[in-house]
């Protein structure tokens, strides 16, 4: 009998050992079922500017005034606005880690992720604007396509530092903001006119833009060859609908987005591999502030 007892608990011992490995394999895969898949375990959050960018913005405008109005009044310029004056007050060289800190601190965005990551632009090449000067980093002459392949599997963030240190570090905002674009996909203006405009924007594994009281999102996989557009959630308890307006599903299938009824958006895809051009996003972007309208007029 006492055999029989002991055979009977090695047998169930094995079989824990059997399980084990099968219950750990089930266990990493469950979150991932259930996770939505424009989430992000990097938690947006808009809050008002830092101390540290609010001195620089009124160093640039040569105000002493810590008034909480004059504060609030910084709060309210344009993130593009404000950057300016966060470059022109800071007093220091733009490299690249004080450009990523600045992005990072007025308009929310990660780029050290996006680096880290590999997200973001997925092209063949760079334009004339950033290889030029990363090939003169390199020693090479502007037009020598020699490293070009190197150069393409660089981190963003090296790419970034090499085309400030080629300009002395000394561009202007505007001039950092476009190079932004090219590098990593991140288009700094568009963002900034966007605000508080009912549209939330979700790329890079992050939220861009974000308000409780959107209409409509519109996301992208990690290197923008995937588009996709649905309604978020203020819509959809405000207005009772769940699916995509008739008037702009037909614009956006004029884009050549189709409809996925699984997930209930509407998805673009790139067949050439590369990230969607700026033009294609104005387009998408446009038709959604057109829809915006078009809600408002009818209330």
């Known amino acids: 009998m006492r055999k029989r007892v002991i055979t009977f608990f090695m047998l169930l011992f094995i079989t824990f050992l059997i399980l084990l490995?099968?219950?750990?394999?089930?266990?990493?895969?469950?979150?991932?079922e259930n996770t939505d898949m424009f989430s992000s375990s990097r938690k947006f959050s808009r809050k008002k500017f830092d101390k540290k960018v609010i001195r620089a913005v009124k160093k640039s405008v040569q105000k002493s005034d810590d008034s909480p109005e004059f504060d609030s009044s910084i709060?309210?310029?344009?993130?593009?606005?404000?950057?300016d004056k966060y470059f022109q007050g800071s007093g220091k060289r733009l490299t690249g880690p004080e450009v990523r800190e600045a992005v990072e601190r007025i308009y929310r965005i990660d780029v050290n992720y996006v680096s880290k990551m590999n997200y973001g632009s997925s092209l063949f090449t760079y334009g004339r604007e950033i290889m030029e000067p990363v090939r003169v980093s390199l020693g090479l002459p502007i037009h020598?396509?020699?490293?070009?392949?190197?150069?393409m599997r660089m981190s963003k963030n090296e790419v970034l530092d090499r085309v400030l240190k080629s300009s002395g570090f000394q561009m202007k905002g505007w001039e950092v903001r476009r190079i932004i674009n090219h590098i990593y996909g991140i288009n700094l203006d568009g963002i900034s006119a966007l605000e508080n405009s009912g549209i939330g924007i979700f790329s890079k594994g992050q939220w861009i833009i974000r308000s409780s009281r959107d209409l409509f999102v519109i996301a992208?996989?990690?290197?923008?060859?995937?588009?996709?557009?649905?309604?978020?959630?203020f819509y959809r308890k405000y207005y009772g609908q769940r699916g995509i307006p008739k008037t702009l599903?037909?614009?956006?299938?004029?884009?050549e987005f189709v409809y996925d009824k699984t997930h209930g958006h509407y998805k673009w895809f790139n067949p050439t591999g590369e990230s969607a051009p700026d033009v294609f996003k104005t387009e998408a972007i446009s038709s959604l502030l057109k829809e915006i309208k078009n809600v408002h007029d009818r209330e």
């Open 144 to 151: 020598s396509h020699e490293r070009d392949n190197e150069i």
């Open 249 to 255: 599903a037909q614009d956006l299938e004029k884009l």
């Open 21 to 32: 490995p099968i219950s750990r394999s089930q266990s990493k895969k469950a979150p991932s």
């Open 75 to 83: 709060s309210a310029m344009p993130l593009k606005e404000v950057m």
């Open 220 to 233: 992208s996989s990690p290197d923008d060859v995937e588009i996709y557009v649905f309604t978020a959630p």
